[in-house]
């Protein structure tokens, strides 16, 4: 599954985000993220920004495909790691983000078990759509836990499906990230609108 990210991507890198669209104008592309943003983040904002001033933060996106939500979060937040293993989806959002002059967005092409971020650099995480496609989940978010600042919140947005369907169970995601070293701080299945299968989890490092 993971292998076919690249070829999906060359073909169409907007093509797969898991929303069932398949051709986007960029109006709608990143209006979507924005509007996933708005709806999602947004509304839990006391909880994602821990009384910080949402412009003196770093937050990460695991998993940013083409940067539908990256570009949303980089007009709000102080800086946004963009980060995937699909050479082409980086190639892609980095273009993006020097046409636009996105200065405050640093893309990573990461290694599928670790984005090797600076130690203590990140206040804020969000796998949406993702979690499902990571080969070893607990390896990633046990070796994202360097890299978190104290209080960070780490979200994990996706589908309630079976590993075949783009999605994985919630107890699946609970238990592993409570293997990884992590509580589950709130979840948030009301906020999660545009697909009555998705549940948002927020968790912590203990
Ligand atoms: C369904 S796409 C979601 C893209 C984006 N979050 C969105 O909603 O538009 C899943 C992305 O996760 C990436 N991915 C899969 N495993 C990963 C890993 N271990 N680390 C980082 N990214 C990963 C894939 O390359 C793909 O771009």
């Not at 995937?84 to 046409?99: G, L, T, V």
């Not at 996706?158 to 369907?165: M, S």
Request: with cysteine.
């Amino acid at each position: 599954m993971r292998r076919d990210w690249n070829r999906r991507a060359r073909e169409n890198a907007r093509h797969y985000v898991v929303t069932g669209q398949h051709e986007w104008t960029d109006e709608e592309f990143f209006r979507s993220g924005q509007i996933t943003m708005e709806e999602e983040i947004l509304n839990d904002l006391p909880n994602v920004c821990q009384g910080r001033d949402p412009k003196h933060m770093k937050v990460l996106e695991i998993g940013c495909g083409a940067g539908r939500v990256t570009r949303a979060f980089a007009g709000y937040f102080g800086e946004v790691y963009a980060v995937d293993i699909n050479p082409e989806a980086i190639r892609h959002i980095a273009d993006r983000a020097q046409q636009e002059h996105l200065r405050n967005v640093k893309t990573v092409l990461s290694k599928p078990d670790d984005p090797e971020l600076p130690a203590n650099s990140i206040d804020a995480v969000l796998l949406l759509k993702t979690y499902h496609e990571v080969a070893s989940p607990i390896v990633l978010l046990r070796n994202l836990r360097t890299s978190l600042r104290p209080n960070a919140r780490v979200g994990v947005i996706d589908r309630n499906g079976t590993g075949e369907d783009h999605g994985v169970q919630k107890e699946v995601v609970l238990r592993e990230a409570e293997q990884a070293g992590y509580r589950l701080l709130e979840e948030h299945d009301d906020l999660v609108r545009a697909d009555k299968m998705d549940y948002f989890l927020v968790f912590a490092a203990k």
